[in-house]
């Protein structure tokens, strides 16, 4: 800052000194301005997709849970009455309406039996649908079957 005497002797500071003048960091703050939009407008599409990835990660998972209680109600309904058919008829009873699934039963051994329940999830056009499975095992009950419900 430049001071100078005026004629009484009395120190004066000059106005242009007292403005204070852009350093070079004040330079490089100001040409990064817009960095934040340019590096948000970057983030923008990997956060999207990471969003996109725990949706269809979280229906694989829900896509799971419907097929393993499927497996479970064809199991037990093969156990009770022995009929293959009331046994997929119930596997697919099960499953929200609309859901196409494959439902297979089978003998393991000659007082158990296993329900096996196949799940086709898709969520994007485009991309195949990842196949689900589940499998239920239940012990043959004996006696006579059961009627069917609504008899």
Do not use: C, N, W, Y
Request: glycine share 10%.
């Amino acid at each position: 800052m430049e001071r100078t005497r005026s004629q009484s002797g009395a120190a004066t500071v000059e106005l242009a000194a007292a403005i204070p003048r852009k350093s070079s960091g004040m330079l490089a703050k100001s040409s990064s301005r817009g960095a934040a939009t340019v590096e948000l407008a970057a983030a923008i599409p990997l956060l999207v997709a990471v969003a996109l990835v725990m949706v269809t990660l979280i229906g694989i998972a829900l896509g799971q849970v419907v097929a393993q209680g499927a497996a479970r109600e064809g199991a037990r309904e093969a156990a009770l009455s022995g009929d293959h058919g009331r046994a997929v008829a119930a596997a697919r009873a099960a499953l929200p309406p609309g859901r196409r699934a494959d439902v297979a039963v089978a003998a393991v051994a000659p007082d158990r039996v296993r329900v096996e329940v196949s799940l086709p999830v898709g969520f994007l056009p485009g991309v195949p649908a990842v196949t689900v499975r589940a499998a239920a095992v239940a012990a043959v009950e004996p006696g006579p079957a059961p009627a069917p419900a609504g008899s």
